[in-house]
Structure formats: structure tokens, C-alpha cells
């Protein structure tokens, strides 16, 4: 009986193998010819279309596309939306927002400052292009940072409404998981002496608050829950 059992499970397995070999599993979708996966997040997926001919940098660095850049339904694969491409002087950033639904344009070829333009998949408009020297999504996407000059600015991402300028000395050290607060810090001056000062953007104040770390030395801890420090 326990020999009997043993063929029959291994003809089983002999069977399921050879249907393998046979009849391959087939993809729920696929993706169309030249157009490549970019980020993916739990139920999303952002893709472009690329030239076929040249080969691109996708690690962080600006990408030519020469078609529109997708978000997909993970499960199904269908578009939800599509930002159409700028043409041949603008790339895409490599750092969309963790939802996915805020797109990073940039055009570095008219000055030595990168021109930054926000894409807001979810209702296909795109900011008014900016020249800055930086910029970064907090982690809900909500608020962008942009630094066009002596001021950073944290904007609402789909409205482009400002919400606080921090001078460009401090440097961001934090956003909430929650996009609720930013933390800055920076070095200060007075009497001779140097220290650090922080300056803190809370969202539900709309306001930002001001405090000197005690003591040189001192350091910006923030706790797991991102939410304290």
C-alpha cells in the first residue's frame, strides 16, 4: 500500500512537471514593446516608453522618453492615467512620489539651474516650470520641496499653494511619514559664538517654530514612529 502510494505520487509529480515543460503558465499582462516598469508600489505601477536605440540610466538619473509615462493597475495591467512627454529637452526624474501620483520633470539645458515642473497624474495638470537647485517629495506625496533661491519652499504638490519658505541655510532633516511636519537645521551666530538652530513646519498650524539645540554637539534624533524626535 505504501509503495502504491509513492508511485502515484511520484507519476504526479512526473505529470504536473511535463505540463509544465509543455503548457508554460502565462502572464496575467504583459507590457507593449519599449515600454519598461519605473517604480511599483502595492497595487500600482508607473512605466515609459523609452527610445529603443539608447540605452537608459533609470538609478536616479534623468531619463529621455519619447512617449507618455504610464500608471498601471498592478493586477490588471490597465492605464489609469498617462502624462504625455515634453519633448526631446525634458526628462523624467527617477523620484516619483510614494503614491505614485506626483511626477518630477526636469530641463537642465537652458541654465546651470535644473527647470522643475510637477505632474499630478490624478487630474493630469502640471505646475508652472520653476528653476531650482533642488527638490523632494515628502513621503505621502502631499508636499514637495523646491529650492529656487535664498528660500526653500514647501508646496502643496497638487495645488502648488505655498505653504512655508525656510531660508536655504538650513538644511531638511525630516519629514513626517504623515507629511504632517518638516524638520530643519542650521548653524546660527550671535555673540561671537556658533550654534544650531532648528526650525520646525507643522501643517496643522500651518506655522513654523524656532529653538536652538543645548548645547555644541547636539544632534537631531528622530524616534520610529517618525512622528517625535
Known amino acids: 500500500m505504501r509503495i502504491r502510494r509513492i508511485l502515484w505520487l511520484g507519476l504526479s509529480a512526473l505529470l504536473a512537471w511535463g505540463l509544465y515543460l509543455y503548457l508554460p503558465p502565462k502572464p496575467r499582462w504583459t507590457l507593449p514593446l519599449h515600454e519598461v516598469p ?9 512605466t515609459m516608453v523609452l527610445d529603443p536605440v539608447e540605452t537608459p540610466w533609470l538609478r536616479g538619473l534623468p531619463v529621455d522618453i519619447v512617449g507618455p ?23 523624467l526624474i527617477n523620484d516619483p512620489s510614494r503614491d ?3 511626477l518630477a520633470f526636469r530641463n537642465f539645458r537652458e541654465s546651470d539651474k535644473e527647470t522643475i515642473s ?8 502640471r505646475s508652472t516650470p520653476i528653476k531650482v537647485d533642488q527638490h523632494r517629495f ?7 520641496l523646491l529650492t529656487p533661491d535664498q528660500n526653500h519652499r514647501l508646496l502643496n ?4 499653494r ?19 511636519w518638516a524638520l530643519f537645521t542650521g548653524p546660527e551666530k550671535e555673540g ?8 520646525l513646519w507643522r501643517r496643522d498650524r500651518n506655522a513654523v517654530s524656532q529653538g536652538a539645540f543645548p548645547g555644541k554637539g547636539s544632534m537631531t534624533a528622530i524616534t520610529a514612529d517618525g512622528r517625535t524626535g
Open 138 to 144: 515628502s513621503p505621502g506625496g502631499t508636499v514637495v
Open 162 to 180: 505655498l505653504l512655508a519658505e525656510i531660508p536655504a541655510r538650513y538644511s531638511l532633516e525630516h519629514f513626517a511619514s504623515d507629511d504632517s
Open 157 to 160: 504638490s497638487a495645488t502648488g
Open 118 to 125: 510637477i505632474h499630478d497624474l490624478e487630474t493630469g495638470k
Open 69 to 91: 509615462v504610464n500608471l498601471r493597475d498592478l493586477r490588471t495591467g490597465q492605464v489609469l492615467a498617462s502624462a504625455p512627454a515634453l519633448g526631446k529637452d525634458w526628462d
Open 192 to 199: 561671537g559664538e556658533r550654534y544650531d538652530r532648528w526650525l
Open 38 to 46: 519605473l517604480k511599483a508600489n502595492a497595487t500600482r505601477l508607473l
Open 100 to 102: 505614485l501620483r506626483f
